[in-house]
């Protein structure tokens, strides 16, 4: 059976090699997946930022956005994802969030508390640089994928964010978009990613920017 990469997946996008290097971690979860359960909040642990719900997704055509629990911690997958790795950190006062349709389509939230406004900065410029790096970690990790990066720009919320989009295909023809951005306001970042079959033309671009938005504004 030919491998394929699926786009929709945050929580754990296909093989992209033998290794294990899986594209997307953070990007969305698989469109059949439950919903996780929250992890319980010890006494004086930090409470989460704000997160984005379904409906603030962008609009899939065809079926409705199905939103999991908020999750303390890092996701199970994060370290074999190429994009982010470990850019935001090891799961300590983090929280992401999960998203899913009924078909392809899904995404994840991630966000960090960090203990200073310094160190926050650091953080975002670190997952900024990871994100600019993927496309070409990911073509020497398999060199069956073909990876392209296209820069979105910055947007204008709180302390900044900066949207990505990312299409890779495969030397059987899978094809496979995704949409990324990380924004900050204070001591908090958080990551978006949107995936789904497709290229370029697929990505809700300026939809995604609007989510974008109500992710950072929602970390307050």
């Not at 470990?86 to 991630?110: C, E, H, N, P």
């Not at 990876?147 to 709180?158: M, R, S, T």
């Not at 900044?160 to 900050?184: C, K, M, N, P, Q």
Request: proline share 6%.
């Amino acid at each position: 059976m030919p491998r394929r990469i699926r786009a929709a997946s945050l929580t754990g996008l296909t093989a992209l090699t033998a290794a294990g290097l899986a594209l997307g971690t953070l990007l969305a979860v698989p469109a059949g997946a439950a919903p996780a359960s929250a992890a319980p909040a010890g006494a004086g642990a930090p409470q989460p930022p704000g997160f984005l719900s379904a409906a603030d997704l962008p609009p899939h055509p065809s079926s409705a956005w199905t939103a999991g629990e908020i999750i303390a911690g890092a996701s199970p997958d994060t370290e074999a994802d190429p994009c982010l790795g470990t850019a935001l950190g090891d799961g300590r006062d983090s929280w992401y969030r999960d998203f899913r349709t009924d078909l392809d389509t899904s995404a994840r939230q991630v966000s960090v508390e960090l203990s200073s406004v310094s160190a926050a900065k650091r953080r975002f410029s670190s997952v900024n640089e990871h994100i600019k790096s993927c496309a070409a970690r990911i073509e020497q990790a398999d060199p069956e994928v073909t990876a392209k990066l296209k820069d979105y720009g910055k947007l204008n919320v709180e302390e900044g964010a900066h949207v990505y989009g990312l299409h890779t295909e495969t030397s059987w023809g899978a094809t496979d978009i995704h949409l990324l951005s990380v924004g900050r306001d204070g001591t908090r970042v958080t990551v978006v990613n949107w995936g789904q079959l497709g290229d370029f033309d697929d990505a809700p671009v300026k939809a995604f920017k609007k989510t974008t938005v109500t992710a950072v504004n929602k970390l307050r």
